[in-house]
């Protein structure tokens, strides 16, 4: 199984600032790897597949980079709606499909 | 637009089997191009696979819940089911069926998600 790791576990950013996450997994995954945003009380949302292609409506705002064991999930100037939690999910090895085990941003 | 919602018993006993249907509208069960997942998420915890299952009935599930998965497909209804037998409270958790982008004949990302239903093992 592919470990996945997220970090940090919390950011505090303030609106409007950037803010920067990441995913390392424990071997390569090449490019299959998605970011969800997850809202409280809400189903995950898909923001970002094959590391760097935004989901359909998916706000230019979000920006994912990296490839192998290393991808980034950038939000470019955080807005209010973008306070949640943020996991990576790799799908290059089954089973199973692995979750990191997410990133809250915060208000700072 | 797709759609998917989750219903079933909220509460299960202890060693009984815990039963979910999905019913999906906006898409069909049988595309070729999805496959049809379950995840759960603890409480206040991350987001566990549980497995999937394609249009034609092959299906994977998760080697860490020791064989108890069932799941199975009913394209006349448009719906796909989740059986988790055996359960115990860490089995608590609150359940979500998705829908998987297939990818080179496996599955991939989850582009829809149903909204989540909380499923509590107790006595």
């Known amino acids: 199984e592919i470990l996945m790791t997220q970090s940090p576990a919390t950011l505090s950013v303030s609106p409007g600032e950037r803010a920067t996450l990441s995913c390392r997994t424990s071997q390569s995954v090449s490019n299959n790897l998605a970011w969800y945003q997850q809202r409280p009380g809400q189903a995950p949302r898909l923001l970002i597949y094959g590391a760097f292609t935004r989901a359909t409506g998916i706000p230019a705002r979000f920006s994912g980079s990296g490839s192998g064991t290393e991808f980034t999930l950038t939000i470019s100037s955080l807005q209010s709606e973008d306070f949640a939690l943020y996991y990576c999910?790799?799908?290059?090895?089954?089973?199973?499909?692995?979750f990191g085990q997410g990133t809250k941003v915060e208000v700072k | 637009q797709v759609q998917l919602q989750e219903s079933g018993p909220g509460l299960v006993k202890p060693s009984q089997t815990l039963s979910l249907t999905c019913t999906v509208s906006?898409?069909?069960?049988?595309?070729?191009?999805?496959?049809w997942s379950w995840v759960r998420q603890l409480p206040g915890k991350g987001l566990e696979w549980i497995g999937y299952i394609y249009q034609s009935g092959s299906s994977y599930s998760n080697p860490s819940l020791n064989r108890r998965v069932m799941t199975s497909i009913d394209t006349s209804k448009n719906q796909f089911s989740l059986k988790l037998r055996s359960v115990t409270a860490a089995d608590t958790a609150v359940y979500f069926c998705?829908?998987?982008?297939?990818?080179?004949?496996?599955?991939?990302?989850?582009?829809?998600w149903g909204q989540g239903t909380l499923v509590t093992v107790s006595s």
């Open positions: 999910q790799q799908y290059t090895n089954w089973p199973p499909w692995t």
């Open positions: 906006g898409a069909s069960v049988t595309s070729v191009d999805y496959y």
């Open positions: 998705a829908r998987e982008r297939r990818i080179g004949g496996s599955g991939g990302y989850v582009d829809n």
